[in-house]
Structure formats: C-alpha cells, structure tokens
C-alpha cells in the first residue's frame, strides 16, 4: 500500500478538482450560460472588467473584459481543460510505449525512428515547435483543427518519451532473469508481457503523472501567447475578420487576458491559480508514486 504523504496531498487535490468539474456546474451561483454583462449602472455607470466582489452580485473572481463572472468561466473550463490534458498525455504513452519496446535491443527501424523523432524535437523547446505547427495554415483553418493540435501536441514528445522508456529497458535486457527467459524460449511477445512491461510498468506510471502536469503547462504557456486549441475565423466586416477563441478551457481563458494584467489582474490570476494547483497535484502523485516504487526496490 502506498504510504507517500506527497502521493495522498496530490491524490486529494486531485479529487477536489474533479469534483468542481462533476458537482460545480450545479452550484446556484455558478452560471452555466456564461452569460456577459458589459455594462453596469451603481451610482454611475461602470464598463468590464468588474473586481472581485462577494456581496451582490457575487463575483469572488471578478469578471473578464466581456463581464462574464470568471469562476464560473473557471469551473466550466475545467472539463475541457482536463479531457484535453489527459487526451494528450494517454495518445502520446500509447505510441511512446510500443516504439520504445520495439527499440528495446538498439538497433532497426523503430531504434532509427525513436532517436530521429527524439533528436528533431529536443533540438527545440517544446513551446517552439507547438508554436510552429499550431501556426500552419492548414492547421489554423483546418475544420479538424482541435484533433489535429492534440496530435501535434502529443507527437511532439513521444520522442523524448519512447526514449526514456526505451534505455530503462535496455538496462532491463541485461538483467539475469531476462537472459533466463530468453534461454528457456519465451517468445519476443512473452519477454515483453512477463519481464519488460513489469520492469518498466512504475516509471511508466510515475512519468505518465509528471507528464500531464508538463501538458498542461505546454497548454498554458500557449495561452499566454493567444494560441487557442479551439478557434474559429470570425468574419467582422468584408474581407476582413479575426480568429477567435471558442472554449472555455483555463489556457485560453489566460490567453484572453493579455492586456488587462494592469487594469484588472485578477483575470490572469485566477486562470494562472487553476493551472498551478492542478500541476502541483501531478507532480505530487508523481513524486509519491516515485519515492514508493523506490522504496519497493
């Protein structure tokens, strides 16, 4: 049994973040309609955003630039913000894991695969190269746009992935009991299933939680540079438009921001508050589960 205090700190926060997704969408003061209210009259007339307010209307979040209450923008957004991260991270393991054991003993075409793909993308900052081909033209006005970013966002480091699996098993062909097995016959699919995968299976569950904290980072990073996951070309005038942002998840919500951090800071800090603590409870399940299997060796 797992006794990590850090693994049960991030499975907590974990849970208390699901549960907004699940229960927060029918709290009475969350509005599901996300509905904006530009213009107020008080003892004068007062524009969005509007500051954080717990007294009617109650508002402990503020609004943003279109008077929509931000923490309900927050708790609607989180859904999104968490079947896009886990989305990413599982297509990106699913690869990752079978290039890695096909590249298992150091040599043909998925060895040349997996070091080619590792060595393109760690040349670059992950952020750069979302940022390159995110900003392709057919990916900006593609009508599958949002399946075609997770993609890229998961192949990005399946690279870097596949490799870490990939020398931790290599460490494992070494292994007397590994020799054994291939001695009495086991086939390459019977080495795989009884010796790797229960060799690899815990760092592959602690980086799996390290990763998605690292997703949804990558995620954020590209919300602060106003590169939406889901958007829409919007046709303002003849010929002539702008792209716009048709989610609610926290990136974009962030990314939406820019230009308000002086006037109205709460619209960067709440989004930016979400993410953090979200991240924090990946990283926790990840050193919690690592210190364990550490311990079990």
């Known amino acids: 049994m797992i006794r990590q205090k850090s ?3 991030g499975m907590t926060m974990l849970v208390f973040i699901f549960s907004v997704m699940i229960i927060g969408p029918y709290l009475p003061f969350i509005d599901k309609e996300i509905s904006g209210e530009t213009l107020r009259m008080g003892d004068e007339f007062s524009r969005a955003p ?11 979040f503020g609004t943003d630039t ?3 209450d931000l923490l309900s923008l927050i708790v609607i957004g989180t859904k999104d913000t968490l079947i896009l991260v886990f989305l990413i991270t599982v297509i990106r393991y699913a690869v990752a894991i079978p290039l890695a054991l096909g590249s298992i003993n150091q040599r043909g075409p998925a060895y040349w695969l997996l070091t080619s793909w590792n060595s393109v993308f760690s040349a670059l900052p992950t952020i ?3 940022v390159l081909l995110m900003n392709l033209p057919f990916v900006i006005f593609s009508g599958n746009r ?9 192949f990005i480091e399946v690279g870097r992935v596949a490799y870490i699996i990939q020398q931790e098993g290599y460490m494992v062909t070494n292994e007397l009991y590994v020799k054994a097995g291939i001695t009495i016959g086991n086939s390459r699919l019977g080495l795989f ?3 790797y995968l229960p060799a690899l299976l815990p760092s592959i569950l602690t980086n799996f939680f390290l990763d998605l904290g690292k997703v949804l980072l990558l995620i954020g990073q590209l ?3 106003s590169i939406f996951i889901e958007q829409s070309w919007i046709q303002l005038a003849a ?3 702008e792209i716009q942002n048709i989610s609610y998840n926290w990136a974009s919500i962030l990314g939406e921001s820019r230009g308000t951090l002086s006037r109205a800071p709460w619209i960067t800090f709440f989004p930016a508050l979400a993410i953090t603590f979200t991240i924090i409870s990946f990283f926790f399940i990840g050193e919690g589960l690592r210190a364990y299997f550490s311990r079990k060796k």
């Not at 509007?50 to 402990?60: W, Y």
């Not at 949002?146 to 998961?154: D, E, K, S, Y």
């Open 239 to 241: 010929g002539s438009g």
């Open 193 to 195: 299933s009884r010796y």
């Open 50 to 60: 509007f500051p954080p307010s717990l007294s009617n209307p109650f508002e402990p």
């Open 7 to 9: 693994f049960y700190i």
């Open 128 to 130: 750069f190269s979302a």
């Open 66 to 68: 279109l008077g929509r």
């Open 146 to 154: 949002v399946l075609i970013v997770i993609i890229i966002l998961a």
């Open 223 to 225: 919300g602060i540079f």
